[in-house]
């Protein structure tokens, strides 16, 4: 049985694999989370060391690390030209298809890996899944205005159920001023289909779903890192 810090392990080691895809040049978004926190600290080792690249972070927590690691940030939101976004992701499955969202950055998550040219994933082992959905509800970003109708929407349309996500007794609030409600349901046959679903549901402004994104995926696995390229990159 492996301990949490055998799969915090996992994740640095997959994170230290991601960094050999950045070399000098290039900008790079940076993804959130526990996984990213290993990226983000590898690579200012190696910006410190000389690497020159400038980064998108996908949250503040992101951006405060990075700034401290003395990875400089492209603060600017002109149209970005990011050669490689890296983050992590709460489920993979066979066809590389993610949940996201468990940290609730989904959706600057989303812009950045969308404004990348190749989207890399890290994850430790127990990120692999034969399914979606299931032991992972999926989060859901939606306006707080009306979101106890949008949650029964949503429960119309996947059959689950739309919990809100609440921090410490508060409500959730993601960095853009949303909440987040987490769906939870069993496996998800279709996701692509889910999605397509969803984003017609007034009210929802991103899911955690990334559908067909993935360019690489590294598993760390406790004895080395697996670099796999999704089919067509
Ligand atoms: C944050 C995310 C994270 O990538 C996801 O939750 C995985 O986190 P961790 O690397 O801590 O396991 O989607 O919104």
């Known amino acids: 049985m492996k301990t949490s810090s055998d799969l915090d392990s996992e994740k640095r080691q997959a994170a230290l694999k991601a960094t050999e895809f950045v070399h000098d040049g290039m900008i790079v978004g940076l993804g959130t989370g526990t996984t990213s926190k290993h990226l983000i600290i590898a690579l200012g080792e190696r910006v ?97 205005f009306g979101w106890g109708s949008t949650a029964r929407h949503i429960e119309t349309a996947s059959g689950g159920k739309a919990v809100l996500r609440q921090r410490d007794g508060n409500v959730f609030q993601t960095e853009a001023g949303h909440v987040i409600l987490d ?41 080395r890192a697996d670099v796999t390229h999704a089919r067509g990159s």
Do not use: C, Y
């Not at 959706?107 to 899944?129: N, R, S």
């Not at 402004?205 to 067909?212: A, C, D, S």
């Open 48 to 144: 410190r060391a000389g690497l020159k690249i400038h980064a998108v972070p996908t949250s503040h927590d992101t951006a405060a690390l990075a700034r401290h690691s003395g990875i400089p940030l492209i603060e600017s939101d002109n149209a970005w030209m990011i050669d490689l976004a890296i983050d992590g992701a709460d489920q993979v499955d066979p066809a590389f298809n993610l949940v996201k969202g468990g940290g609730g950055a989904l959706l600057k998550e989303k812009i950045v890996a969308a404004a990348a040219k190749q989207f890399i994933v890290m994850v430790d082992h127990t990120k692999l899944v034969p399914a979606l959905g299931g032991s992972f509800p999926l989060p859901i970003e939606v306006v707080p």
């Open 183 to 223: 769906l939870h349901m069993p496996n998800i046959d279709d996701p692509a289909a889910l999605e397509i679903e969803l984003n017609q549901i007034p009210g929802i402004v991103e899911t955690g779903l990334f559908i067909g994104r993935t360019s690489i995926l590294i598993v760390g696995n406790g004895r």
